[in-house]
C-alpha cells in the first residue's frame, strides 16, 4: 500500500501536497546488521501487521496494552528485477524456525534459537523479524511497512471497501465478524474481522487464513490499480491521507524512493500479483506448528534468488532488432566442470524455457563458463548467444566466437520436442567450475503451482 499510493503523486498536486503526504508518514531506523545477502536487483518488502493495542488500538485488548506487539501477519513482497512481476510470500506464524541472536526491546542480547517464528517480532521487532528471514531464506529485505488494526480499517475505508466471499454464514466473536454466507463489500471492522478469522472458516488453521489474507490482498490491489481509484481525485486523496497516517516504514523509504519504485512498477496489475505460502509439514514435538518443508521451501527460496532478468533499454544509436526468443536457439551444452551429469541437468532447465538443446555431453574442464559461436555465424552468432546470456543467472555473460571441440557428444531427447526445428546457429553452452546456475521464469516452482492464489482463485474460502 505504501508503495502503490505514490502512482500518481506527480499528478494531483504540487510541492506543498507532496511534502505534505511525507510529514504524516511513521519512519523507523532499520539496521540488520553488517552480514547480510547480496543484492539481486529485486525489491523485496517485508509487510507486518501488528497487534499492537496501543493508542486507538486498546478497545481490541485493553489487559494487551503495554506488553508490546506481536505479529500474526509476516509476509515478504518480492518484485522481480524487471518489476513485470510480484510474489506475496506468507510466512506461518506457527512455523518453528532458528531465529538468530537478536537485539530485543530493552536492548539486552536475545540468544539464537529454536522459537515460533513470530517471536522474533514480539522479542525484537521489525529488525529482528528481517534478520531471521534473511537468514533463512538468504534474500535481501530492501524495506518494511507496518501496518496495525487501526491502519488496516482506514486504509480498507479509503477505498470504499473490498468484496469478499463467504461460503457460510460466519460468527466469529473472536474476530468480531457476523455475516451470512455470499458476497459482501467489508469496510472498518467487518475487513478487519475478515483477515483475522481463523477457526469460523476453512479448517481452522493459519495456513487457511493466510490464503483468505492473499485474496483479500489481491481485492485491495485490484480496486486501487483497475479500481478508478487513480483517476478519481477524491477519492484518491482520502487514500493516500490514509495510507501514509496509517503505516510505518523504514528511513530509507522516502517519498522519493517510493515515487522511483512505483515509477518502475507503472504498468503492473493484480493480474501480475501473486500469492503463496512458505512450503510447510507438522514440526515433530508438536503437532499445532510446522516447519519449513525441506527440499521444497530452500528449492522455492532459491527461485526467488534466481530471479527474472533486468531487461535494460536500448543503447542510443545501436539496433533495435527484435531479440532472438528462445526457441530460436539450437543449443549444444557441455560440461566441464568434471561433475558427472551436469550437461543434462542444465540441458534439462534450458529446455524447459524453450531452447531446442540439440546435444549434450562433456569438455576439458575449465573454470569460467563461457557462451560461444562459431566464427562461420559471426554475423548473427552473438544476438543468438544473448538469448542464452539472458538465462543464466548473476553478472551477463558476453558470447566469444569459437568452439570448443567436445570430449564425448551425444543427441538430447527434449520431454517436449519443438514443434518445428529452427535454422538459426548452433549455439555451445561450455559449463565451467563458476556455473551461475539458470534464471527462474517464475519465481514460484511448478511443484507449487496449486498454491498460488491470484486473481483466478476462488475467493470464497
Not at 518488502?45 to 500474526?72: A, I, M
Not at 530493552?106 to 529454536?114: E, Q, S
Request: aromatic content about 6%; some cysteine; proline content about 7%.
Amino acid at each position: 500500500m505504501a508503495l502503490t499510493l505514490v502512482l500518481v503523486i506527480a499528478t494531483i498536486g504540487g510541492y506543498a501536497y507532496y511534502r505534505y503526504l511525507d510529514s504524516g508518514i511513521d519512519r523507523r531506523p532499520f539496521n540488520v546488521g553488517k552480514s547480510r545477502p547480496p543484492e539481486t536487483g529485486a525489491l523485496n518488502v517485508l509487510l507486518v501487521g501488528s497487534d499492537s493495542r496501543e493508542g486507538d488500538n486498546k478497545k481490541y485488548g485493553p489487559q494487551s496494552q503495554h506488553l508490546g506487539e506481536r505479529t500474526d501477519t509476516i509476509m515478504l513482497l518480492h518484485i522481480s528485477p524487471n518489476r513485470d512481476n510480484a510474489t506475496m510470500i506468507s510466512f506461518p506464524r506457527d512455523s518453528m524456525v532458528l531465529v538468530p541472536e537478536c537485539q530485543g526491546h530493552n536492548g539486552g542480547v536475545l540468544p539464537a534459537g529454536i522459537k515460533q517464528i513470530n517471536a522474533a517480532f514480539n522479542e525484537g521487532g521489525i529488525e529482528c523479524t528481517a534478520r531471521t528471514l534473511e537468514s533463512l531464506t538468504n534474500i535481501k529485505i530492501n524495506h518494511f511497512v507496518k501496518v496495525d488494526f487501526t491502519g488496516f480499517k482506514g486504509i480498507v475505508d479509503a477505498i470504499g471497501g473490498i468484496e469478499i466471499c463467504l461460503p457460510k454464514p460466519v460468527n466469529d466473536p473472536k474476530a468480531k465478524l457476523v455475516l451470512d454466507a455470499g458476497k459482501h463489500v467489508v469496510k472498518g471492522e467487518q475487513a478487519l474481522g475478515y483477515v483475522r478469522t481463523r477457526y469460523a472458516l476453512g479448517d481452522g488453521s493459519d495456513l487457511s487464513r493466510i490464503q483468505r489474507q492473499q485474496v483479500f490482498l489481491q481485492q485491495v490491489m485490484k480496486k486501487i490499480t483497475d479500481g478508478g481509484l487513480l483517476t478519481d481525485p477524491g477519492g484518491l486523496n482520502d487514500f493516500l491521507r490514509a495510507a501514509t497516517k496509517s503505516v510505518t516504514v523504514d528511513e530509507g523509504l522516502t517519498l522519493e524512493r517510493m515515487l522511483e519504485i512505483a515509477n518502475s512498477v507503472r504498468g503492473m496489475t493484480a493480474k501480475e500479483l501473486k500469492g503463496i505460502t512458505v512450503p510447510t509439514e507438522p514440526w515433530p514435538q508438536d503437532k499445532n506448528r510446522v516447519q519449513f518443508a525441506q527440499p521444497a521451501a530452500r528449492d522455492f527460496f532459491e527461485n526467488v534468488r534466481n530471479d527474472v532478468e533486468v531487461t535494460k533499454a536500448p543503447t542510443p544509436g545501436k539496433s533495435s532488432a527484435p531479440a532472438v526468443k528462445r526457441e530460436q536457439v539450437r543449443l549444444q551444452v557441455l560440461n566441464a566442470t568434471g561433475e558427472e551429469g551436469k550437461a543434462l541437468q542444465v540441458a534439462d532447465a534450458l529446455a524447459a524455457q524453450g531452447f531446442v538443446v540439440t546435444q549434450v555431453g562433456n569438455a576439458t574442464p575449465t573454470p569460467t563458463t563461457a557462451i560461444r559461436y562459431a566464427k562461420k555465424d559471426a554475423a548473427d552468432g552473438p544476438a543468438y548467444g544473448e538469448a542464452v546470456a539472458a538465462r543464466l543467472s548473476k553478472d551477463k555473460r558476453t558470447p566469444v566466437e569459437g568452439k570448443v571441440k567436445a570430449t564425448v557428444s551425444q543427441p538430447y531427447t527434449a520431454k517436449t520436442p519443438p514443434a518445428k526445428m529452427p535454422k538459426g546457429p548452433v549455439i555451445q553452452l561450455v559449463i565451467g567450475k563458476d556455473w551461475p546456475g539458470v534464471r527462474v521464469l517464475s519465481a514460484i516452482p511448478d511443484s507449487l503451482k496449486d498454491k498460488v492464489v491470484d486473481t483466478s482463485t476462488n475467493p470464497c474460502l
